[in-house]
Protein backbone atom coordinates (compact mmCIF):
# COMPACT_ATOMS: atom_id res chain seq x y z
CA UNK A 1 0.00 0.00 0.00
CA UNK A 2 1.42 3.78 -1.60
CA UNK A 3 2.24 6.38 1.56
CA UNK A 4 -0.66 8.31 -1.06
CA UNK A 5 -2.83 5.58 -1.07
CA UNK A 6 -6.32 6.90 0.34
CA UNK A 7 -5.61 4.53 4.16
CA UNK A 8 -2.66 7.30 4.43
CA UNK A 9 -5.45 9.85 4.70
CA UNK A 10 -7.48 10.20 7.98
CA UNK A 11 -11.36 8.88 8.00
CA UNK A 12 -12.90 12.43 7.88
CA UNK A 13 -16.24 13.12 10.72
CA UNK A 14 -18.18 13.70 7.61
CA UNK A 15 -17.12 9.76 6.03
CA UNK A 16 -17.39 8.72 9.52
CA UNK A 17 -20.84 9.56 10.04
CA UNK A 18 -21.95 8.12 6.08
CA UNK A 19 -20.24 4.70 7.28
CA UNK A 20 -22.04 5.02 10.27
CA UNK A 21 -25.55 5.85 9.02
CA UNK A 22 -24.78 2.33 6.42
CA UNK A 23 -24.21 0.48 9.44
CA UNK A 24 -27.16 1.57 11.60
CA UNK A 25 -29.57 0.90 8.27
CA UNK A 26 -28.56 -2.29 8.35
CA UNK A 27 -28.79 -2.79 11.86
CA UNK A 28 -32.51 -1.86 11.64
CA UNK A 29 -33.39 -4.08 8.58
CA UNK A 30 -31.98 -7.25 10.60
CA UNK A 31 -33.50 -6.00 13.59
CA UNK A 32 -37.07 -5.67 11.73
CA UNK A 33 -36.55 -8.73 9.94
CA UNK A 34 -35.29 -10.94 12.91
CA UNK A 35 -37.90 -9.83 15.00
CA UNK A 36 -40.80 -10.59 12.48
CA UNK A 37 -39.30 -13.76 12.45
CA UNK A 38 -39.57 -14.40 15.81
CA UNK A 39 -43.18 -12.93 15.89
CA UNK A 40 -44.17 -15.22 13.38
CA UNK A 41 -43.07 -18.64 14.57
CA UNK A 42 -40.29 -18.80 12.02
CA UNK A 43 -37.54 -19.28 14.25
CA UNK A 44 -36.65 -22.70 15.49
CA UNK A 45 -35.30 -25.11 18.57
CA UNK A 46 -32.67 -25.39 16.15
CA UNK A 47 -30.74 -23.44 16.54
CA UNK A 48 -32.24 -20.47 18.42
CA UNK A 49 -33.79 -22.50 21.08
CA UNK A 50 -30.09 -24.09 21.79
CA UNK A 51 -28.13 -21.69 22.27
CA UNK A 52 -30.72 -19.57 24.48
CA UNK A 53 -30.93 -22.82 27.04
CA UNK A 54 -27.10 -22.71 27.17
CA UNK A 55 -26.44 -19.11 27.22
CA UNK A 56 -29.35 -18.60 29.96
CA UNK A 57 -27.39 -21.40 31.73
CA UNK A 58 -24.22 -19.65 31.43
CA UNK A 59 -26.10 -16.22 33.11
CA UNK A 60 -27.52 -18.93 36.09
CA UNK A 61 -23.27 -19.63 36.73
CA UNK A 62 -24.12 -23.29 35.34
CA UNK A 63 -23.16 -25.53 32.93
CA UNK A 64 -24.69 -25.39 29.20
CA UNK A 65 -27.61 -28.29 29.89
CA UNK A 66 -29.27 -27.84 27.07
CA UNK A 67 -32.99 -30.04 27.00
CA UNK A 68 -33.60 -29.16 23.67
CA UNK A 69 -30.58 -31.60 22.74
CA UNK A 70 -31.52 -34.25 25.18
CA UNK A 71 -31.80 -34.59 29.05
CA UNK A 72 -28.77 -33.64 30.89
CA UNK A 73 -26.88 -32.74 27.52
CA UNK A 74 -23.96 -30.52 28.13
CA UNK A 75 -23.53 -28.47 25.09
CA UNK A 76 -20.00 -28.81 24.85
CA UNK A 77 -19.98 -32.55 23.87
CA UNK A 78 -21.72 -31.32 20.84
CA UNK A 79 -19.28 -28.17 19.56
CA UNK A 80 -16.63 -26.23 21.19
CA UNK A 81 -18.09 -22.99 21.28
CA UNK A 82 -16.88 -21.40 24.84
CA UNK A 83 -16.94 -18.22 23.08
CA UNK A 84 -21.14 -17.89 23.82
CA UNK A 85 -20.90 -17.64 27.27
CA UNK A 86 -19.69 -14.10 26.78
CA UNK A 87 -23.30 -13.11 25.69
CA UNK A 88 -24.14 -14.20 29.22
CA UNK A 89 -24.04 -10.37 30.93
CA UNK A 90 -26.58 -9.67 28.07
CA UNK A 91 -29.00 -12.39 29.74
CA UNK A 92 -28.56 -10.07 33.15
CA UNK A 93 -30.43 -7.34 31.14
CA UNK A 94 -32.88 -8.80 28.89
CA UNK A 95 -33.07 -13.06 29.13
CA UNK A 96 -34.88 -13.22 25.93
CA UNK A 97 -33.67 -15.56 23.28
CA UNK A 98 -33.87 -12.59 21.10
CA UNK A 99 -30.84 -11.45 23.05
CA UNK A 100 -28.98 -13.81 21.40
CA UNK A 101 -29.91 -12.12 17.53
CA UNK A 102 -29.27 -8.79 18.60
CA UNK A 103 -26.08 -9.72 19.45
CA UNK A 104 -25.44 -11.78 16.48
CA UNK A 105 -27.10 -8.51 14.42
CA UNK A 106 -23.96 -6.09 16.00
CA UNK A 107 -21.54 -8.88 15.34
CA UNK A 108 -22.21 -9.09 11.44
CA UNK A 109 -22.49 -5.58 11.07
CA UNK A 110 -19.60 -4.50 13.00
CA UNK A 111 -17.68 -6.22 10.20
CA UNK A 112 -18.87 -3.46 8.07
CA UNK A 113 -16.25 -1.55 9.73
CA UNK A 114 -12.78 -3.55 8.49
CA UNK A 115 -14.38 -4.23 5.51
CA UNK A 116 -14.75 -0.31 4.76
CA UNK A 117 -11.69 0.19 6.30
CA UNK A 118 -9.48 -1.96 3.91
CA UNK A 119 -11.75 -1.58 1.22
CA UNK A 120 -10.86 2.57 1.55
CA UNK A 121 -7.31 1.55 1.18
CA UNK A 122 -7.65 0.20 -2.02
CA UNK A 123 -10.65 1.92 -3.53
CA UNK A 124 -11.31 5.30 -1.80
CA UNK A 125 -14.16 6.30 0.39
CA UNK A 126 -16.57 5.79 -2.36
CA UNK A 127 -15.23 2.35 -2.92
CA UNK A 128 -15.30 1.85 0.51
CA UNK A 129 -18.33 2.47 1.74
CA UNK A 130 -20.19 0.71 -1.16
CA UNK A 131 -18.05 -2.16 -0.63
CA UNK A 132 -19.40 -2.72 3.23
CA UNK A 133 -22.81 -1.59 1.85
CA UNK A 134 -23.33 -4.49 -0.37
CA UNK A 135 -21.52 -7.19 2.17
CA UNK A 136 -24.20 -5.94 4.47
CA UNK A 137 -26.50 -6.77 2.08
CA UNK A 138 -25.20 -9.59 0.47
CA UNK A 139 -26.71 -13.21 0.78
CA UNK A 140 -24.63 -14.79 3.16
CA UNK A 141 -25.41 -12.22 5.80
CA UNK A 142 -29.12 -12.40 4.97
CA UNK A 143 -29.18 -16.08 5.20
CA UNK A 144 -27.75 -15.88 8.62
CA UNK A 145 -29.71 -13.57 10.51
CA UNK A 146 -32.95 -15.51 8.28
CA UNK A 147 -31.79 -18.19 10.41
CA UNK A 148 -31.18 -16.76 13.64
CA UNK A 149 -28.10 -17.26 16.14
CA UNK A 150 -25.34 -19.44 15.98
CA UNK A 151 -21.91 -19.32 17.39
CA UNK A 152 -19.93 -18.54 14.05
CA UNK A 153 -21.22 -15.24 14.47
CA UNK A 154 -18.30 -14.31 16.52
CA UNK A 155 -15.85 -15.01 13.82
CA UNK A 156 -17.53 -13.10 11.20
CA UNK A 157 -15.63 -9.76 12.55
CA UNK A 158 -12.80 -11.81 13.56
CA UNK A 159 -11.71 -12.77 9.67
CA UNK A 160 -12.62 -9.44 8.63
CA UNK A 161 -10.38 -8.12 11.13
CA UNK A 162 -7.63 -10.14 10.14
CA UNK A 163 -7.29 -9.48 6.63
CA UNK A 164 -7.19 -5.57 7.87
CA UNK A 165 -4.64 -6.61 10.14
CA UNK A 166 -2.38 -8.40 7.64
CA UNK A 167 -3.19 -5.86 4.90
CA UNK A 168 -1.49 -2.99 6.84
CA UNK A 169 1.30 -5.68 8.32
CA UNK A 170 0.63 -5.68 12.00
CA UNK A 171 1.33 -9.67 12.17
CA UNK A 172 1.26 -9.93 15.53
CA UNK A 173 -2.48 -8.44 15.76
CA UNK A 174 -2.82 -10.92 13.30
CA UNK A 175 -1.76 -13.55 15.50
CA UNK A 176 -4.04 -11.78 18.30
CA UNK A 177 -7.12 -12.32 16.73
CA UNK A 178 -6.61 -15.35 15.27
CA UNK A 179 -6.30 -16.97 18.57
CA UNK A 180 -9.69 -16.83 19.67
CA UNK A 181 -11.25 -18.55 16.70
CA UNK A 182 -10.00 -21.46 18.56
CA UNK A 183 -13.10 -20.41 20.98
CA UNK A 184 -15.68 -20.13 18.27
CA UNK A 185 -15.87 -23.63 17.62
CA UNK A 186 -13.55 -27.02 17.49
CA UNK A 187 -12.82 -27.05 13.48
CA UNK A 188 -11.71 -23.35 13.64
CA UNK A 189 -8.53 -24.41 14.11
CA UNK A 190 -8.26 -25.49 10.70
CA UNK A 191 -8.87 -22.27 9.60
CA UNK A 192 -6.35 -20.83 12.08
CA UNK A 193 -4.07 -22.61 10.44
CA UNK A 194 -5.00 -21.25 6.95
CA UNK A 195 -3.92 -18.23 8.76
CA UNK A 196 -0.89 -19.46 9.55
CA UNK A 197 -0.06 -20.31 5.83
CA UNK A 198 -1.15 -16.23 4.21
CA UNK A 199 1.19 -15.47 7.72
CA UNK A 200 3.81 -17.39 5.73
CA UNK A 201 3.33 -15.89 2.36
CA UNK A 202 4.22 -12.41 3.92
CA UNK A 203 7.23 -14.17 5.26
CA UNK A 204 6.76 -14.46 9.01
CA UNK A 205 8.24 -17.74 9.54
CA UNK A 206 8.08 -17.64 13.21
CA UNK A 207 4.68 -16.32 13.65
CA UNK A 208 3.41 -18.90 10.53
CA UNK A 209 4.36 -21.66 12.82
CA UNK A 210 3.18 -20.50 16.11
CA UNK A 211 -0.27 -20.27 14.23
CA UNK A 212 0.40 -23.65 13.10
CA UNK A 213 0.91 -25.26 15.58
CA UNK A 214 -1.95 -23.58 17.47
CA UNK A 215 -4.29 -24.30 15.01
CA UNK A 216 -3.57 -27.97 14.44
CA UNK A 217 -2.98 -28.89 18.17
CA UNK A 218 -6.39 -26.73 18.64
CA UNK A 219 -8.39 -29.11 16.63
CA UNK A 220 -6.38 -32.34 18.41
CA UNK A 221 -7.37 -30.62 21.90
CA UNK A 222 -10.86 -29.94 21.35
CA UNK A 223 -12.05 -32.85 19.34
CA UNK A 224 -9.88 -35.73 20.89
CA UNK A 225 -10.25 -34.22 24.45
CA UNK A 226 -12.65 -31.92 25.41
CA UNK A 227 -15.52 -32.56 23.48
CA UNK A 228 -15.23 -36.12 24.37
CA UNK A 229 -15.07 -35.17 27.77
CA UNK A 230 -18.55 -33.43 27.92
CA UNK A 231 -20.30 -35.72 24.90
CA UNK A 232 -22.64 -38.55 25.46
CA UNK A 233 -21.25 -41.65 24.75
CA UNK A 234 -23.56 -42.08 21.41
CA UNK A 235 -22.13 -38.12 20.18
CA UNK A 236 -21.27 -37.35 16.92
CA UNK A 237 -18.19 -37.10 14.78
CA UNK A 238 -15.84 -33.85 15.01
CA UNK A 239 -14.05 -35.07 11.89
CA UNK A 240 -15.86 -32.78 8.63
CA UNK A 241 -14.60 -33.93 5.67
CA UNK A 242 -16.62 -37.44 5.73
CA UNK A 243 -17.28 -37.71 1.72
CA UNK A 244 -13.39 -38.42 1.87
CA UNK A 245 -13.04 -40.60 4.81
CA UNK A 246 -14.09 -41.51 8.16
CA UNK A 247 -10.90 -40.49 9.23
CA UNK A 248 -7.76 -37.54 8.39
CA UNK A 249 -5.56 -40.68 7.45
CA UNK A 250 -8.14 -42.39 5.35
CA UNK A 251 -9.17 -38.65 3.77
CA UNK A 252 -5.48 -38.85 3.15
CA UNK A 253 -4.97 -41.36 1.62
CA UNK A 254 -8.06 -41.22 -0.83
CA UNK A 255 -6.82 -37.71 -1.63
CA UNK A 256 -3.33 -39.18 -2.93
CA UNK A 257 -5.34 -42.56 -4.46
CA UNK A 258 -8.33 -40.84 -5.86
CA UNK A 259 -7.03 -36.98 -7.12
CA UNK A 260 -10.04 -36.79 -9.79
CA UNK A 261 -12.20 -38.18 -7.89
CA UNK A 262 -11.51 -35.58 -4.99
CA UNK A 263 -11.96 -32.80 -7.35
CA UNK A 264 -15.15 -34.41 -8.59
CA UNK A 265 -16.42 -34.12 -4.85
CA UNK A 266 -16.46 -30.36 -5.08
CA UNK A 267 -19.18 -30.60 -7.92
CA UNK A 268 -21.17 -33.69 -7.36
CA UNK A 269 -24.09 -32.22 -6.28
CA UNK A 270 -26.51 -29.09 -8.41
CA UNK A 271 -26.36 -27.19 -4.52
CA UNK A 272 -22.72 -27.38 -4.71
CA UNK A 273 -22.17 -25.97 -7.83
CA UNK A 274 -24.63 -23.45 -7.21
CA UNK A 275 -22.82 -22.30 -3.77
CA UNK A 276 -19.78 -22.25 -5.96
CA UNK A 277 -21.47 -20.20 -8.40
CA UNK A 278 -23.30 -17.62 -6.12
CA UNK A 279 -19.82 -17.10 -3.60
CA UNK A 280 -17.39 -16.56 -6.98
CA UNK A 281 -18.97 -15.43 -10.23
CA UNK A 282 -21.12 -12.36 -8.31
CA UNK A 283 -17.38 -11.17 -7.66
CA UNK A 284 -16.05 -12.39 -11.18
CA UNK A 285 -13.88 -15.16 -9.74
CA UNK A 286 -11.69 -12.45 -8.21
CA UNK A 287 -11.19 -14.04 -4.92
CA UNK A 288 -9.27 -17.16 -6.11
CA UNK A 289 -6.20 -14.69 -7.23
CA UNK A 290 -5.86 -13.19 -3.74
CA UNK A 291 -3.89 -15.02 -1.42
CA UNK A 292 -6.56 -14.22 1.12
CA UNK A 293 -9.31 -17.04 -0.12
CA UNK A 294 -7.18 -19.20 1.49
CA UNK A 295 -8.24 -18.56 4.43
CA UNK A 296 -11.92 -19.36 3.84
CA UNK A 297 -10.69 -23.19 2.04
CA UNK A 298 -11.06 -24.49 5.10
CA UNK A 299 -14.65 -23.40 5.77
CA UNK A 300 -15.69 -24.15 2.41
CA UNK A 301 -13.88 -27.53 1.69
CA UNK A 302 -14.89 -28.73 5.14
CA UNK A 303 -18.66 -27.96 3.85
CA UNK A 304 -17.96 -29.58 0.25
CA UNK A 305 -16.29 -32.40 1.83
CA UNK A 306 -18.90 -33.68 3.71
CA UNK A 307 -21.63 -35.57 3.20
CA UNK A 308 -24.42 -33.91 4.83
CA UNK A 309 -26.20 -32.04 1.96
CA UNK A 310 -27.43 -29.57 4.65
CA UNK A 311 -23.88 -28.14 4.49
CA UNK A 312 -23.98 -27.31 0.93
CA UNK A 313 -27.19 -25.28 0.65
CA UNK A 314 -26.79 -21.53 0.59
CA UNK A 315 -29.51 -20.61 2.64
CA UNK A 316 -28.13 -21.50 6.36
CA UNK A 317 -25.73 -19.83 8.85
CA UNK A 318 -22.12 -21.53 7.11
CA UNK A 319 -21.19 -18.78 4.64
CA UNK A 320 -21.94 -15.61 6.81
CA UNK A 321 -17.45 -16.04 7.63
CA UNK A 322 -16.93 -16.62 4.35
CA UNK A 323 -18.72 -13.21 2.53
CA UNK A 324 -15.92 -10.44 4.33
CA UNK A 325 -13.44 -13.07 3.12
CA UNK A 326 -14.14 -13.02 -0.23
CA UNK A 327 -15.18 -9.48 -1.04
CA UNK A 328 -12.20 -8.67 0.57
CA UNK A 329 -10.37 -10.49 -1.36
CA UNK A 330 -11.85 -9.35 -4.08
CA UNK A 331 -11.28 -6.00 -3.44
CA UNK A 332 -7.60 -6.78 -2.95
CA UNK A 333 -7.11 -8.56 -6.54
CA UNK A 334 -9.73 -5.67 -8.06
CA UNK A 335 -6.85 -3.09 -6.91
CA UNK A 336 -4.47 -4.24 -8.47
CA UNK A 337 -6.12 -4.30 -11.86
CA UNK A 338 -6.69 -1.14 -11.47
CA UNK A 339 -3.00 -0.18 -11.05
CA UNK A 340 -2.04 -2.03 -13.60
CA UNK A 341 -5.04 -0.83 -16.41
CA UNK A 342 -5.68 2.52 -15.12
CA UNK A 343 -9.68 1.96 -14.87
CA UNK A 344 -9.93 4.13 -12.05
CA UNK A 345 -14.00 4.08 -12.30
CA UNK A 346 -13.69 0.49 -10.93
CA UNK A 347 -13.16 2.19 -8.06
CA UNK A 348 -16.40 2.84 -7.58
CA UNK A 349 -18.24 0.78 -10.29
CA UNK A 350 -17.41 -2.64 -9.30
CA UNK A 351 -18.23 -1.92 -5.90
CA UNK A 352 -21.50 0.04 -7.12
CA UNK A 353 -22.52 -3.21 -8.99
CA UNK A 354 -22.47 -5.63 -6.11
CA UNK A 355 -24.61 -3.55 -3.87
CA UNK A 356 -27.15 -3.19 -7.35
CA UNK A 357 -27.13 -6.86 -7.81
CA UNK A 358 -28.09 -7.29 -4.19
CA UNK A 359 -30.57 -4.77 -3.96
CA UNK A 360 -32.26 -6.04 -7.06
CA UNK A 361 -32.16 -9.61 -5.86
CA UNK A 362 -32.95 -8.51 -2.53
CA UNK A 363 -36.67 -7.37 -4.33
CA UNK A 364 -36.99 -10.49 -6.28
CA UNK A 365 -35.20 -14.17 -5.16
CA UNK A 366 -36.41 -14.05 -1.89
CA UNK A 367 -35.57 -18.07 -1.48
CA UNK A 368 -31.41 -16.54 -1.03
CA UNK A 369 -32.02 -12.77 0.04
CA UNK A 370 -34.87 -13.39 2.75
CA UNK A 371 -35.00 -9.78 3.61
CA UNK A 372 -36.83 -8.90 0.70
CA UNK A 373 -39.49 -10.47 2.78
CA UNK A 374 -39.58 -7.44 5.48
CA UNK A 375 -38.73 -4.44 2.80
CA UNK A 376 -41.43 -5.68 0.59
CA UNK A 377 -43.63 -6.12 3.35
CA UNK A 378 -44.77 -9.38 2.54
CA UNK A 379 -44.12 -10.31 6.62
CA UNK A 380 -45.28 -7.37 8.71
CA UNK A 381 -48.93 -9.42 8.91
CA UNK A 382 -48.96 -12.09 11.52
CA UNK A 383 -49.98 -15.05 10.28
CA UNK A 384 -53.28 -17.04 11.55
CA UNK A 385 -51.02 -19.86 11.78
CA UNK A 386 -48.43 -17.69 13.91
CA UNK A 387 -51.58 -16.66 16.27
CA UNK A 388 -52.86 -19.94 16.66
CA UNK A 389 -48.75 -20.98 17.85
CA UNK A 390 -49.00 -18.00 20.15
CA UNK A 391 -52.39 -19.18 21.63
CA UNK A 392 -51.01 -22.17 22.34
CA UNK A 393 -47.75 -21.25 24.06
CA UNK A 394 -49.83 -19.00 26.10
CA UNK A 395 -51.78 -22.30 27.13
CA UNK A 396 -48.23 -23.68 29.14
CA UNK A 397 -48.00 -22.86 32.74
CA UNK A 398 -44.61 -21.70 33.64
CA UNK A 399 -42.27 -23.97 35.34
CA UNK A 400 -43.33 -27.63 33.35
CA UNK A 401 -41.68 -30.26 31.26
CA UNK A 402 -42.70 -29.58 27.67
CA UNK A 403 -42.78 -30.94 23.99
CA UNK A 404 -42.97 -28.55 21.58
CA UNK A 405 -42.83 -28.33 17.84
CA UNK A 406 -39.51 -26.66 16.58
CA UNK A 407 -41.21 -23.59 15.75
CA UNK A 408 -42.58 -23.08 19.48
CA UNK A 409 -39.42 -23.78 21.45
CA UNK A 410 -38.01 -20.44 21.40
CA UNK A 411 -41.04 -19.11 22.82
CA UNK A 412 -41.19 -21.35 25.89
CA UNK A 413 -37.22 -21.45 26.82
CA UNK A 414 -37.66 -18.67 29.25
CA UNK A 415 -40.09 -20.44 31.69
CA UNK A 416 -40.01 -23.78 30.61
CA UNK A 417 -37.89 -26.95 30.66
CA UNK A 418 -38.46 -27.48 26.99
CA UNK A 419 -37.78 -29.71 24.39
CA UNK A 420 -38.47 -31.58 20.73
CA UNK A 421 -40.99 -34.55 20.54
CA UNK A 422 -39.25 -37.64 22.34
CA UNK A 423 -35.88 -36.24 22.69
CA UNK A 424 -36.21 -35.95 26.36
CA UNK A 425 -37.74 -38.94 27.11
CA UNK A 426 -41.02 -40.71 27.92
CA UNK A 427 -41.46 -39.66 32.02
CA UNK A 428 -40.57 -35.94 32.26
CA UNK A 429 -42.96 -34.41 29.58
CA UNK A 430 -46.13 -33.21 30.95
CA UNK A 431 -47.67 -30.89 28.29
CA UNK A 432 -46.99 -30.65 24.27
CA UNK A 433 -47.83 -29.14 21.53
CA UNK A 434 -47.53 -30.75 18.04
CA UNK A 435 -47.87 -28.61 14.93
CA UNK A 436 -49.68 -30.52 12.13
CA UNK A 437 -48.64 -27.61 9.85
CA UNK A 438 -44.98 -29.31 9.56
CA UNK A 439 -43.63 -32.54 7.89
CA UNK A 440 -41.31 -33.12 10.68
CA UNK A 441 -41.16 -31.72 14.24
CA UNK A 442 -37.50 -31.14 14.28
CA UNK A 443 -34.36 -32.65 15.83
CA UNK A 444 -31.60 -35.05 14.69
CA UNK A 445 -34.49 -38.03 14.26
CA UNK A 446 -37.41 -35.87 14.26
CA UNK A 447 -41.14 -37.33 14.28
CA UNK A 448 -43.78 -36.60 12.03
CA UNK A 449 -46.81 -34.65 13.73
CA UNK A 450 -48.59 -38.54 13.67
CA UNK A 451 -46.15 -40.22 15.11
CA UNK A 452 -45.93 -37.63 17.73
CA UNK A 453 -49.81 -37.86 18.46
CA UNK A 454 -49.61 -41.55 18.52
CA UNK A 455 -46.72 -41.52 20.91
CA UNK A 456 -48.35 -38.75 23.02
CA UNK A 457 -51.22 -41.31 23.28
CA UNK A 458 -49.89 -43.62 24.23
CA UNK A 459 -48.48 -42.20 26.76
CA UNK A 460 -51.51 -41.05 28.45
CA UNK A 461 -51.58 -37.21 27.18
CA UNK A 462 -55.23 -35.84 26.26
CA UNK A 463 -55.86 -33.32 24.06
CA UNK A 464 -56.44 -29.69 25.66
CA UNK A 465 -57.15 -28.01 22.41
CA UNK A 466 -57.62 -29.72 18.24
CA UNK A 467 -56.70 -28.29 15.13
CA UNK A 468 -56.72 -24.86 15.70
CA UNK A 469 -55.10 -24.08 12.28
CA UNK A 470 -53.25 -27.30 12.73
CA UNK A 471 -51.80 -26.79 16.09
CA UNK A 472 -52.61 -28.64 19.02
CA UNK A 473 -52.34 -28.89 22.88
CA UNK A 474 -51.87 -32.44 24.73
CA UNK A 475 -51.77 -32.89 28.55
CA UNK A 476 -50.89 -35.38 30.98
CA UNK A 477 -51.50 -34.91 35.11
CA UNK A 478 -48.28 -36.05 36.19
CA UNK A 479 -46.04 -34.30 38.67
CA UNK A 480 -43.65 -31.58 37.76
CA UNK A 481 -40.08 -33.64 37.79
CA UNK A 482 -37.32 -32.61 39.94
CA UNK A 483 -35.30 -32.01 36.84
CA UNK A 484 -37.63 -29.51 35.26
CA UNK A 485 -38.10 -27.46 38.19
CA UNK A 486 -34.71 -27.32 39.39
CA UNK A 487 -33.53 -26.40 35.38
CA UNK A 488 -34.58 -22.19 35.69
CA UNK A 489 -35.73 -20.22 38.43
CA UNK A 490 -39.41 -20.30 38.02
CA UNK A 491 -41.84 -16.95 38.75
Request: glycine share 6%; with cysteine; hydrophobic share 55%.
Amino acid sequence: MSVDSPAAEPVSRAQKLQLAAVMAAAALLYTAHSLLRFRNFEAKGYDLGIFDQAVRQYALFKPPIVPVKGVDFHLLGDHFHPIIAALAPLYWVWPDPRMLNLAMIVLLVSSALPVYLFARGHLGHRGGLLTASALLLWWPFQAMVNWDFHEVAFGVPLMAWIIWAFERRRHWLVVGLAMPLLLVREDMGVTVLAVGIVMAIHRQWAKAALLAVAGVGGYLVTTSVLIPLFAPPEAMSYWQYTALGPTAGAAIVFMLSHPLRTVALLFNHELKVLLWLMSFVPLALLPFFSPYVILGAPILLSRLFNDRLNTWAPVYQYDAILAPILIMAAVHVLSKIIRRTGRTGLRVGAPAYLLGLALVCTLFIHAVFPFGRTVTGQNWAMPDVAQAQQRAVDRIPNGVCVEAADTAVPHLVDRTYVGLHGDIGDDLSSWMIIDFNAEELGGWDPLTPDQALERARGLGFEVVTEDDHGIWVLRRDIPVDPVCAAYLPYD
